[in-house]
């Protein structure tokens, strides 16, 4: 425990202490800053079609506006969200929109937007069962609509990853695991150094360079890669 002492209203109280002070007076009404934010979203999304496809303003305006000096005093809730909203004008791409066709992102549901609202809400962490039950569950029941979907063996294992960098990282890492047991090496118990795979060969489409990130993490370099443009199956 900390043996610093403070003295409310002196130079001595940092201004942390204030905010949380401030805190605790104040109860916790989420209602007003809910309703700021569902009009920005209803505002927003009922323009999606009037709207640019890619960001108006400039870099330097998005700076001017968002860089700000560390603000050490307290914001009123509704008081963030309107300065989120103002200051991020024009550094938004329209990605909602149909007419949005770059990289794989975007167009998003009506359901999984207000899904992922309840989500935020909730504030789980699905890490395992015991931290949120109901998530971990959730989880397994998305696990077997993929198996079912894609006609996979109701045993195979499966992982909900955060994007495309970590869905790299995952499949590679079973491929790479699945490898090197047919050569009699373990590398969940034995690991890389030492291993039969001194070069990898990775088939990925030109330009595409995220899964570089996740072969570094297990000690490969660049130059142990090589690049073959996928074959035309069709």
């Not at 496809?53 to 700000?68: F, H, I, N, Q």
């Not at 034995?190 to 996740?214: E, F, I, K, T």
Request: with cysteine; proline share 5%.
């Amino acid at each position: 425990m900390s043996t610093l002492q403070t003295i409310p209203g002196t130079q001595n109280e940092s201004a942390l202490e204030r905010d949380l002070t401030r805190l605790r007076c104040v109860g916790k009404d989420f209602r007003p800053v809910l309703e700021l934010a569902l009009s920005q979203a209803i505002e927003y999304v009922s323009r999606l079609d009037e709207q640019p496809v890619g960001a108006t303003s400039s870099l330097a305006d998005l700076r001017a506006r968002l860089c700000k000096p560390w603000n050490r005093d307290g914001m009123e809730a509704c008081e963030v969200i309107t300065e989120l909203a103002r200051d991020t004008a024009g550094g938004l791409n329209n990605s909602m929109n149909a007419r949005f066709y770059a990289w794989v992102i975007g167009g998003s549901l009506p359901s999984a937007l207000a899904a992922d609202w309840l989500t935020s809400t909730w504030d789980q962490n699905a890490g395992m069962y015991a931290v949120s039950p109901a998530a971990a569950v959730v989880e397994e029941a998305v696990g077997g609509w993929l198996k079912d979907l894609f006609g996979l063996p109701q045993q195979t294992s499966f992982a909900l990853v955060t994007g495309c960098q970590m869905a790299h990282a995952t499949c590679l890492a079973a491929a790479r695991s699945w490898l090197l047991k047919k050569q009699g090496w373990d590398v969940e118990r034995q690991g890389m150094a030492g291993s039969p795979a001194d070069r990898a060969v990775w088939l990925s489409p030109r330009d595409n360079r995220s899964y570089l990130a996740p072969v570094r993490s297990w000690g490969r370099v660049a130059e142990n890669t090589n690049d073959k443009p996928i074959r035309n199956t069709r």
